[in-house]
């Protein structure tokens, strides 16, 4: 993760966390592995793509973990759809 990321991670979590959780879906882990798949992601972004999921996940392991969409949230890179 790139220092600019690690920043915007301990931002959100010290302080934006409660008030990003009011206006976030909730994303739920159905398979309970820890991290969100694309299929997992896009039940509370459906407008989301293979190629903003990649976007999403840092670190390129092929999964999006809480820190990742902490991130990608704050960033404006997850949202919710237009309706």
């Given at each position: 993760m790139?220092?600019?990321?690690?920043?915007?991670?301990?931002?959100?979590?010290?302080?934006?966390?409660?008030?990003?959780?009011?206006?976030?879906?909730?994303?739920?882990?159905?398979?309970?592995?820890?991290?969100?798949?694309?299929?997992?992601?896009?039940?509370?972004?459906?407008?989301?793509?293979?190629?903003?999921?990649?976007?999403?996940d840092?670190?390129?392991?092929?999964?999006?973990?809480?820190?990742?969409?902490?991130?990608?949230?704050?960033?404006?890179?997850?949202?919710?759809?237009?309706?």
């Amino acid at each position: 993760m790139k220092p600019n990321q690690i920043a915007t991670v301990a931002l959100v979590m010290l302080l934006g966390a409660p008030a990003l959780a009011q206006d976030a879906p909730a994303v739920e882990d159905t398979d309970g592995d820890g991290s969100y798949s694309l299929a997992e992601l896009q039940v509370a972004y459906p407008d989301l793509t293979e190629e903003g999921y990649a976007s999403i996940d840092a670190n390129a392991d092929g999964v999006v973990d809480e820190a990742e969409l902490a991130a990608a949230v704050a960033d404006g890179l997850a949202a919710p759809s237009n309706g």
